[in-house]
């Protein structure tokens, strides 16, 4: 009965109002590039930890062609997560492996990602005490270290990429942004960008503004959706609280994730400069459900839809 309900929520979803349109940027034979479409696993962790492979399963009958990883495996070794992907043909493209790992233990990153098959290691954040609006001096030597970090990864067959929340675009003492900092300090070819495009929006950063400068260095783009109302005294992320409970409010005002064409980001803009920029991979994330929501499910499974009904999937 589930697997019915979920079934016609995509089938609905195709149908009616889901669909936007991105103009003549499709990616198809009209010779603009193509992008895959992957999936963030831990929008759906707490179904992972109930049944791995399953969840797997339900991903890849989404119509997701690849994954990506946040490092846990409900108990799995690396060699069966490998096994799993391969059966249910799916593509492990991308990790986000946690900040104080990539920087103590390298070494080991790399040898269990060469197990797991991925093309990209990812830094999913920077811890606190080093982020641009808290200590510049230490947000520097971070950046320094990530470079060093991107040249090893890149060394062993990888590409390092680094994932953005929104207070990377705080500025340093000079003016300059902790984003651009981190980018313009290292390497081309040894860190590369993961573009979250929702919380770069909050920040208040456009797509057009942040894709076209990265042409090129910029191969998968976190793509989800989210609404904002009124100002919010404190950073959103920490608002979420309690896994899965929806909309969040405080003082100022309230933030939530959505399903893709649910909320207030300009996704045809996002979707344009994308195809224009030699993007590899849409990566769909959705942090929480929606108020309201089913399951964890239900958001992706609108999500997959809509990249549908844009014939990306």
């Known amino acids: 009965?589930?697997?019915l309900v979920f079934l016609s929520l995509i089938a609905f979803c195709i149908f009616s109002g889901c669909k936007v349109s991105v103009s003549d940027n499709k990616a198809s034979s009209e010779g603009i590039h193509p992008v895959s479409?992957?999936?963030?696993?831990?929008?759906?962790?707490?179904d992972l930890e109930k049944d791995f492979y399953g969840t797997l399963k339900k991903v890849r009958d989404m119509?997701?062609?690849?994954?990506?990883?946040y490092n846990e495996y409900a108990g799995n070794s690396i060699v069966d997560v490998k096994r799993m992907c391969t059966e249910l043909g799916l593509i492990p493209f991308s990790n986000h492996v946690p900040f104080q790992l990539m920087m103590d233990d390298i070494d080991k990153v790399i040898e269990e990602n060469t197990i797991l098959g991925v093309q990209y290691i990812t830094f999913p954040y920077?811890?606190?005490a080093s982020r641009p609006g808290v200590d510049p001096d230490k947000f520097k030597e971070t950046v320094a270290r990530i470079g060093e970090i991107g040249a090893k990864v890149k060394a062993a067959g990888f590409q390092l990429l680094y994932h953005n929340h929104d207070f990377e675009f705080a500025k340093?003492?000079?003016g300059t942004i902790g984003h651009d900092y981190i980018f313009s300090s290292t390497a081309p070819g040894d860190v590369m960008v993961e573009l979250d495009a929702c919380w770069a929006d909050y920040a208040?950063?456009?797509s057009d503004q942040l894709i076209p400068r990265y042409k090129g260095r910029i191969?998968?783009?976190?793509i989800k959706d989210y609404y904002k109302e009124g100002e919010l005294s404190s950073d959103p992320y920490a608002l979420i609280g309690v896994e899965g409970d929806g909309e969040k409010e405080d003082a100022g005002g309230k933030f939530e994730f959505r399903p893709l064409g649910k909320g207030i980001m300009d996704l045809q803009t996002l979707l344009d400069c994308s195809f224009a920029s030699d993007v590899r991979w849409l990566c769909v994330e959705q942090d929480d459900p929606a108020e309201g929501a089913a399951d964890w499910f239900e958001g992706p499974?609108?999500?997959a839809a809509w990249l549908h009904a844009q014939g990306l999937l």
């Open 63 to 69: 119509g997701y062609t690849g994954v990506e990883f």
């Open 126 to 128: 920077m811890d606190e």
């Open 37 to 46: 479409i992957g999936f963030q696993l831990y929008s759906v962790r707490n």
């Open 1 to 3: 009965m589930k697997k």
């Open 219 to 222: 191969p998968v783009i976190h």
């Open 172 to 174: 340093l003492p000079d």
């Open 204 to 206: 208040g950063f456009k």
């Open 301 to 303: 499974a609108i999500s």
